[in-house]
């Protein structure tokens, strides 16, 4: 199945550019996700990226896919104190699993 | 956008006993939808892929008779956790896939269920 790994926390402070990466396994992967979760929430969809794509942006947030070292990034640029959350990425498989896999989450801490 | 939602937020129960999680699609039809656990500071454990009108697709190593899956309608999915135990005690999330979106792949999640077992 997919393995996908993220680092556990990331702190930046406020009005700076936050770099949340993201590595996986299946080469299958057809559609990349992020998501994000702020505490005792569900899941919101940020954004996605499509794997013949290398770079999406949408106003603050910009991913990046090196779909060669199957390495996604999502960049936030100008962080606020509001984005304080844990990141998910998902990778959608369309192999045989087609779902998704999430990673462990990166709990970005903004600092003022 | 897509809005799915979950009742109730949070719920405590008494060990034994069994509780129902609904999750709703608001403003779409969902064929498909999923029931995911979640443990403090830890990533999403899907449990099963419930499609409407037919029985769930359960993951490996997730007991089908404990957590019983029902996808009646279009709009509606229910979880019943049936004899519960203080280790059922998690945050539970529910998606659904908007298949007339055009981006059928894409989840859109509804905002969990705290499950305290006393």
């Known amino acids: 199945g997919e393995d996908v790994e993220q680092s556990l926390f990331l702190s930046v402070r406020e009005g700076d550019s936050s770099v949340i990466n993201c590595t996986y396994t299946?080469?299958?992967?057809?559609?990349l996700y992020w998501y994000k979760q702020e505490p005792g929430a569900g899941l919101q969809l940020l954004t996605y990226?499509?794997?013949?794509?290398d770079m999406k942006q949408d106003q603050r947030l910009t991913v990046l896919l090196n779909k060669k070292d199957k390495h996604l990034s999502l960049r936030i640029a100008d962080t606020q104190t509001g984005d304080s959350a844990i990141y998910f990425c998902?990778?959608?498989?369309?192999?045989?699993?087609?779902?998704?896999?999430f990673g462990s989450g990166t709990q970005l801490t903004v600092l003022p | 956008g897509a809005v799915v939602s979950q009742h109730p937020s949070r719920v405590i129960c008494k060990s034994g006993t069994s509780v129902k999680i609904e999750c709703r699609s608001l403003d779409f039809q969902a064929t498909t939808m999923f029931w995911y656990r979640q443990f403090p500071k830890q990533s999403l454990m899907l449990m099963a892929t419930s499609n409407e009108g037919s029985k769930a697709t359960y993951e490996q190593g997730v007991e089908k008779d404990k957590f019983l899956i029902n996808h009646a309608s279009l709009t509606l999915s229910t979880l019943t956790v049936t004899s519960a135990h203080p280790e059922d005690s998690s945050f539970y999330i529910c998606?659904?896939?908007?298949?007339?979106?055009?981006?059928?792949?894409?989840?859109?999640f509804g905002p969990g269920t705290r499950l305290t077992v006393t």
């Open positions: 990226i499509f794997s013949n794509m």
């Open positions: 998902a990778p959608f498989s369309s192999g045989s699993a087609r779902q998704l896999t």
């Open positions: 299946d080469s299958s992967s057809t559609y």
């Open positions: 998606s659904a896939r908007d298949p007339a979106s055009g981006r059928g792949y894409e989840q859109y």
